[in-house]
Structure formats: structure tokens, C-alpha cells
């Protein structure tokens, strides 16, 4: 399967939500090129993080993200083109 470039912003929300977020990040660490974590002055965080893999496994970073209570995220993916 073709890999893709991509890129995922996560709003962590809920700090007691970040150790799972931590867990998943670590499962999916073959595929996060780049990782930059930004805290916020309302104690929120911002992480971005820089990806390539395949759909499937983008999708089932994304996914896992996704579903953690007090987090959002938000990804887009490009095409690798020789």
C-alpha cells in the first residue's frame, strides 16, 4: 500500500487524558516523523505531529486519537508524488 505525508493537530483538553494519548502516540511511534508539543496558558496543550505511513495506519492513529474523551484532532494527508 502506498505511504502519505501527513500532518495531525491535537488539542488536549482534559490533562488526565494525556497519559492515553502518550499510550497511543508510543504504539504508532513507526509512522510520527516529527512530534512538537505546545502548552497553553489556559492549560490546554497542542501537539503536532508530522506522519507517514499508509491510510490504514494514519487512520488508525487518527481513530484511536479521536475517541479519547477530552481531546481533538485533526489531520490532512498528502500524496507522495515522485
Known amino acids: 500500500m502506498e505511504k502519505r ?3 495531525t493537530i491535537i488539542r488536549v483538553v482534559d490533562r488526565e487524558s494525556a497519559a492515553r494519548l502518550n499510550t497511543i502516540l508510543s504504539k504508532h511511534a513507526n509512522i510520527i516523523i516529527g512530534r512538537q508539543g505546545l502548552p497553553r496558558t489556559d492549560g490546554t496543550s ?6 507517514e505511513g499508509t491510510t490504514d495506519e494514519i ?3 487518527t481513530g484511536q486519537i479521536g475517541r479519547i ?3 481533538q484532532t485533526k489531520s490532512v494527508l498528502l500524496k507522495n508524488e515522485a
Do not use: F
Not at 497542542?46 to 506522519?51: A, G, M, P, Q
Open 59 to 61: 487512520g488508525s492513529l
Open 69 to 71: 474523551k477530552g481531546i
Open 46 to 51: 497542542v501537539i503536532s505531529l508530522v506522519l
Open 5 to 7: 505525508i501527513g500532518t
